[in-house]
């Protein structure tokens, strides 16, 4: 994953480039989970794009911040995180308008018939409201995968970058002469 950093890229097409490589792993993942249907694969798969993502998000800031060391891997995180949820959420919207259509049809006739099950009568305006919601489906899962991958990110980013804010109380002149105090 060695990147050659060209003095004509800004930040923004670096940070386009990470987040598309960090999509990259959400969408190969949620594909695989589509083309499986199998829950504990599903599952497993997830646990696996979770902990790779954010493996990969450290090596990003890292690279990073040793290429620009005046810079926050903060807010580069952040940026690579936004990019790469705006990738994720209309892949989302691919997903489940062109690709798998039949799922949420599918999901929404399982969900029904566990209502059934129950024995419960649904009101009319619960109905109502998830027939819009299966028609709607594709805009709802792109607007919060967006939000989730985004805050996530956020979140991440901030714990990640944590490490390299951290400075030191004492001028180096008080270090020194702390070392030189212990030294014997």
């Not at 919207?93 to 419960?120: I, K, R």
């Amino acid at each position: 994953m060695e990147q050659t950093v060209n003095p004509g890229d800004s930040k923004w097409s670096l940070a386009a480039k990470d987040g598309l490589i960090l999509a990259a792993v959400t969408v190969v993942v949620s594909t695989l989970t589509f083309l499986t249907k199998n829950s504990i694969l599903g599952a497993l798969l997830w646990i696996v794009k979770f902990g790779g993502s954010i493996w990969l998000l450290n090596v990003i800031m890292k690279r990073y911040g040793k290429e620009h060391p005046d810079e926050s891997t903060f807010g580069y995180g952040v940026i690579v995180c936004t990019l790469s949820s705006l990738v994720c959420a209309v892949w989302a919207f691919v997903e489940y308008q062109f690709l798998f259509p039949g799922a949420v049809a599918e999901a929404f006739e399982q969900m029904y018939a566990g209502l059934d099950q129950m024995g419960g009568m649904l009101p009319d305006n619960f109905s109502d409201m998830m027939l819009k919601m299966e028609d709607n489906y594709s805009q709802i899962n792109c607007i919060s995968t967006f939000i989730w991958c985004a805050l996530l990110g956020l979140i991440f980013s901030a714990i990640l970058s944590a490490p390299s804010r951290r400075k030191s109380v004492f001028t180096e002149e008080e270090m020194k002469q702390n070392n030189d105090d212990f030294n014997f």
